[in-house]
């Protein structure tokens, strides 16, 4: 704990010494215990008294502004036991600490969205920070609230089991017994191994005949035999005889546990998921609710079907490895096997062989001579999407998520993704002014609209002539409505939240050099048309940014990448201290994390939105590339192979 408190910049883990308990007087004689032995004894780390009732309270690290005379995080506990109220203080404190040190990651990494939230908040959604952490108010206003929901579950009772459970678990535990008994040998307790028939008997009928079994005719009784991974050593016949466990007549099939050679107990993950027993269901196999999932997919979002299709792939290798069983039999164990096998997974495409079956694949790079896939991949792609796909029919067939709450732990090879990198005034002119000489008008607009609005590349490819008007008498703005119509077929515009279809101011210098005016006239028509009827314009305007930054001298391995003129942009708001929910709005992110920020509109005012327009251009960067652009000329021109033709 001290080498802990050290790394938290020295937060103490007793907040009494040097905090002022002028507004506890009841405390002001136990603050300095410890000293004199006739003082009555304090009320325990980060607590406070003030009769039956308690006060926790812990300091910031000094790494965030902390340190004496800055504010102390408080929170009441109420009246309760004394026990208790440490019980929950203790808590309190790893929940703050830990928060203290997501704060401070958050600060050195530059990441600007939250990602963690409050306890089971939904973490799918890119939400700009509501609190940034640079001032030690911000802290503790942050930390109290995150406290108050950890106080509201740890202060929740635990459920009594039921009479039936408890009879189960009494039988758990004496088949436990017996097995540690056996595997001892000659070791074991005589009594318990000379009649380990009776006893199993016993133990087992304790936990068939409980509530448990749902209704129906139970199954007969049938001797099962666990099967571990090809990977892992089959038991030699030389190791002492074990009775076998009979499963009971009942749905619920209890964990046996199973050794290898050695007398170890082999971990569930590692054994092959394929084989393991299952309860007995009635619902569908994941094969049949993954491919309704599927099918729902291709037929709500026509134009994505490069990602059903890798979802499906997904799909497949997971019912390859781990097998094809009714949704409601999976568990924790499922998918953390499905991790451990894809720690040697191939990242690139073209390492796997395709005569090879997944597992073929797998065991050929046990020694890792393959580079394996990113965290990011694994989260957000293997086994995010096996999740979505297995909670499709949890409402409407009555199942719970099997996976909810399991502590899935990624393999140490998974590299995690690479935070986006600030770019400097140098490296911004250079884009600029290779852009701009590359004659594309994409090329040429689409950094300097990414540096100036802050948006995503996907929705700046999208806008449309009509997308720009005069929101506020001389102050332009864009917004698109969401849809589009391409090659005769309404199509989405790929915004990740519904907040990025709002307007966004455009900056005047656009219009002072020609492009809002000429954007106007298009109408209907995209303004980039050159990216706009490809085949996947996201892609190819990615792939296209990439090669500018690249003959810029940019290189993708150091995080610097086009999003990064997003993240600068709102740096630079950040800078000139505009309001947050005006930067939040204006990048297009989710606005608020309170109820509070969730009422009034959730689009910019004309306040904001001049504030916005009243930004200066950074002196250092070279804007006078985009003075007198041909837009009509550069818009024309299409790419081609080879050496470009200069005009």
Do not use: C
């Not at 950040?574 to 204006?586: F, H, L, P, W, Y």
């Amino acid at each position: 704990m001290e080498s802990f408190d050290r790394e938290l910049g020295g937060v103490s883990s007793r907040v009494s010494r040097g905090v002022s308990f002028a507004d506890h007087p009841a405390e002001v004689a136990s603050a300095g215990s410890n000293r004199t032995g006739d003082r009555p004894r304090g009320a325990g780390p980060h607590l406070v008294r003030t009769g039956t009732s308690y006060l926790f309270q812990i300091r910031i690290p000094k790494t965030l502004g902390g340190g004496r005379g800055s504010p102390l995080v408080r929170l009441g506990i109420g009246a309760r036991p004394a026990a208790d109220a440490r019980r929950i203080a203790d808590l309190l404190a790893a929940a703050a600490r830990t928060r203290f040190d997501e704060i401070g990651r958050r600060s050195m990494s530059g990441d600007k969205t939250d990602k963690s939230g409050a306890p089971n908040a939904d973490t799918s959604v890119d939400v700009e920070q509501l609190f940034s952490g640079e001032t030690p108010d911000e802290v503790v206003v942050e930390v109290r609230g995150y406290l108050k929901a950890v106080k509201r579950i740890v202060e929740q009772d635990p459920r009594q089991p039921s009479a039936e459970e408890s009879q189960a678990f009494a039988g758990m535990r004496g088949l436990v017994g017996i097995a540690r008994e056996i595997a001892k040998g000659s070791e074991g307790n005589s009594l318990i191994v000379d009649n380990v028939d009776v006893l199993k008997t016993k133990y087992v009928d304790k936990f068939a005949g409980t509530a448990l079994s749902p209704s129906g005719p139970a199954p007969s009784h049938t001797t099962t035999q666990l099967q571990p991974s090809p990977a892992i050593p089959q038991p030699q016949s030389a190791a002492p005889p074990r009775p076998t466990l009979e499963a009971p007549p009942a749905a619920f099939v209890p964990r046996a546990v199973v050794r290898d050679e050695k007398g170890n107990i082999i971990p569930a993950y590692r054994l092959d998921r394929r084989t393991v027993p299952r309860p007995a269901s009635e619902k569908p196999r994941f094969s049949e609710v993954s491919e309704e999932y599927l099918e729902y997919r291709e037929a709500a979002s026509p134009s994505k079907q490069k990602d059903i299709n890798t979802a499906r792939f997904r799909r497949d290798l997971f019912l390859e490895l781990i097998g094809d069983h009714p949704v409601d039999t999976y568990n924790a164990s499922d998918l953390q096997a499905y991790v451990h096998l894809l720690s040697f997974w191939p990242a690139n495409e073209a390492d796997r062989r395709t005569d090879w079956t997944a597992r073929e694949i797998i065991d050929d790079n046990r020694d890792m001579h393959l580079k394996p896939i990113k965290l990011s991949t694994f989260q957000d792609g293997y086994v995010g999407s096996i999740g979505t796909m297995i909670r499709h029919k949890m409402k409407e067939l009555g199942y719970s998520d099997p996976f909810a709450n399991a502590n899935i732990r990624f393999p140490e090879t998974a590299a995690p993704k690479r935070k986006s990198a600030p770019l400097s005034a140098e490296k911004i002119s250079a884009v600029f002014r290779i852009g701009v000489a590359s004659g594309l008008l994409d090329e040429a607009m689409l950094p300097l609209l990414g540096h100036l609005t802050g948006r995503r590349l996907g929705l700046l490819i999208h806008l449309q002539g009509s997308d720009i008007r005069d929101k506020f008498g001389g102050l332009f703005v864009a917004e698109t409505s969401g849809i589009v119509v391409k090659d005769g077929k309404w199509v989405r515009v790929p915004f990740k939240t519904d907040a990025s279809t709002g307007f966004f101011v455009l900056h005047p210098f656009l219009k002072e050099i020609g492009f809002i005016d000429w954007a106007m006239k298009q109408g209907d028509a995209f303004l980039f048309p050159g990216i706009m009827n490809l085949h996947d314009p996201s892609k190819s305007a990615s792939s296209y940014m990439q090669r500018l930054f690249k003959k810029a001298g940019i290189e993708k391995g150091n995080g610097e990448v086009f999003h990064s003129l997003r993240g600068g942009n709102i740096d630079d708001m950040r800078d000139e201290k505009v309001d947050g929910r005006i930067r939040r709005i204006q990048v297009g992110h989710t606005v608020g994390g309170d109820e509070h920020e969730g009422y009034g509109q959730q689009v910019l005012s004309e306040k904001g939105a001049r504030q916005l327009a009243l930004l200066p251009l950074s002196p250092e960067i070279d804007f006078s590339v985009f003075r007198g652009l041909p837009f009509d000329v550069m818009a024309a021109r299409k790419r081609t192979r080879g050496r470009r033709p200069k005009d």
